[in-house]
């Protein structure tokens, strides 16, 4: 038997504020700029007419025999207590059998979508998942003109926290590598559906990178050399190891780009605020030979084939070379331009699962306010989005060398996903990540592990 009321308490990702320390007020904890750049977000978010038709795809892809029974709109901050949420009420026009029979109402297309969703699951006893995890399930809902009321008051989900965040800097390769369009719009109907609007939007930053380092002099031979296979580029873009899988061709590289905007465009149509790339320091060893005074440091060995030079041990750009803030603040430009704009919040890793050359917390803390300052000079309005796999994955990280890093960046400029809080949380270890913000996250799936999703904002 369906519900008739049930008990509005998560959304379908659920999410909760913690205070992970006792004696920490959670409602004082405020960062001034990620307060600006969330009012920036919802600022230049499109318009609503787009979201709603953005959620009214989603709704024909989804379950195309309800079309007509579900009536979308975007509404204010205000509507909804001044934070982010959906409204679902009986549509006040349903007259019959195709007629809309419930009106949804949120603050972007993402929370009308995770209402539809929420509504779905609560109401029809609906399940959505991914296809391999069982797909959308479906058959439970009932035939249009006859789906359950939800109570005469409606029901109101607020956000609890502004941003849920998805995927880690891997997922591009480990599962995202030969994805078409047809396949991301699914994937980005999932987030959706699922209430994420912080997503990594990595694809096709190779076309990108080519056309920064072509001001270099870089050729595309050179690159052939630097850039990983489709299925190993999440390596290659992190710097633990180099060409293995590659060359990618030409028409490859155009592809993905041209694949990017279409994954961009969608995900701002749902009010998304997508997460970019930025420059970790990491070169082709072709700009050693190009600018033969540049400071370059060659890093060691990951798990490459018999830690063959030929596809280990990259070269890291020293963040006291003006070459590093130049060409950082090129490829922000370059996405920007590319792109036609930003979300403000952009990815970068410099030493995951690479042990800096130095344990000098100097040296540290200028290559991470290098980077910084590489993503600040092509958008002032720069979050570094950071995750903390290095502090769990390398015991080279001790309190200075980590406070080094993490403080390199002014408090509110940088977040640090803790990437595998659920089994080895950092935060219990250091004092919360010494103040800076952090997202407590579950890898899901890992080593075969199934967990349910839950992401902590502190």
């Known amino acids: ?30 960062f001034a700029h990620l307060d600006r750049v969330r009012e920036l977000q919802q600022s230049e978010r499109r318009p609503p007419a787009e979201q709603v038709e953005a959620a009214v795809g989603l709704l024909a892809r989804l379950l195309p025999s309800h079309s007509a029974s579900f009536e979308f709109r975007v509404i204010s901050t205000e509507q909804c207590g001044g ?17 809309p029979e419930i009106l949804i109402l949120g603050v972007s297309g993402v929370e009308i979508s995770a209402g539809l969703h929420w509504y779905l699951k609560h109401y029809c006893a609906a399940h959505i998942s991914w296809a391999k995890t069982g797909g959308a399930q479906l058959s439970s809902v009932p035939y249009p003109g006859s789906l359950p009321h939800v109570p005469a008051g409606g029901v109101l989900l607020q956000r609890p926290v502004d941003w849920n965040y998805y995927q880690n800097a891997v997922t591009s390769s480990y599962s995202f590598a030969w994805y078409d369009w047809e396949r991301w719009e699914k994937e980005i109907d999932w987030m959706a559906l699922q209430g994420v609007n912080l997503p990594l939007a990595f694809t096709g930053q190779e076309a990108i990178w080519q056309k920064v380092f072509q001001r270099y002099n870089i050729s595309k031979s050179d690159l052939d050399d630097f850039f990983g296979g489709p299925a190993f580029l999440s390596w290659s873009r992190m710097a633990n190891m180099h060409g293995w899988g ?39 060893a072709a700009l050693k030979s190009k600018f ?52 403000h ?18 040296y540290i803390s200028s290559l991470g306010a290098a980077t910084f300052r590489g993503m600040q000079s ?12 290095l502090f769990t994955y390398d ?10 890093l993490l403080h390199s960046v002014p408090v509110g400029r940088m977040i640090v996903l803790d990437l595998y809080a659920e089994v080895k949380p ?33």
């Open 395 to 404: 015991p080279f990280w001790e309190p200075p060398q980590m406070k080094a």
């Open 426 to 458: 950092v935060w219990i270890n250091s004092e919360q990540f010494y103040g800076v913000p952090y997202i407590w996250k579950v890898i899901y799936p890992f080593l075969s592990r199934n967990h349910l999703i839950s992401f902590f904002y502190l």
């Open 292 to 343: 033969p005074s540049a400071r370059v440091t060659h890093l060691g060995d990951w798990f490459t084939v018999d830690s063959n030079p030929r596809w280990c041990c990259t070269y890291l750009l020293d963040a006291s070379d003006p070459l590093f803030v130049e060409i950082g603040k090129s490829f922000i430009e370059e996405q920007i331009k590319e792109y036609g704009r930003t979300s």
């Open 83 to 99: 934070k982010a949420c959906f409204i679902i009420n009986n549509h006040p026009s349903f007259d019959g059998e195709g007629t």
């Open 246 to 284: 590659g060359p990618l061709p030409q028409t490859w590289l155009d592809d993905q780009l041209t694949l990017q905007k279409k994954i961009l465009s969608r995900m701002y149509a749902f009010g998304m605020s997508p997460v970019l790339p930025a420059f970790s320091g990491n070169i082709p």
């Open 1 to 30: 038997m369906l519900p008739s009321s049930p008990t509005p308490r998560f959304l379908l990702i659920s999410v909760v504020l913690a205070c992970a320390a006792s004696g920490v007020s959670c409602s004082g904890l405020r």
């Open 345 to 362: 919040v952009y990815n970068c890793d410099t030493f995951d699962e690479n042990t800096p050359p130095l344990s000098d917390p100097n």
């Open 378 to 389: 092509g958008d002032d309005e720069a979050i570094w989005l950071m995750q903390g796999w």
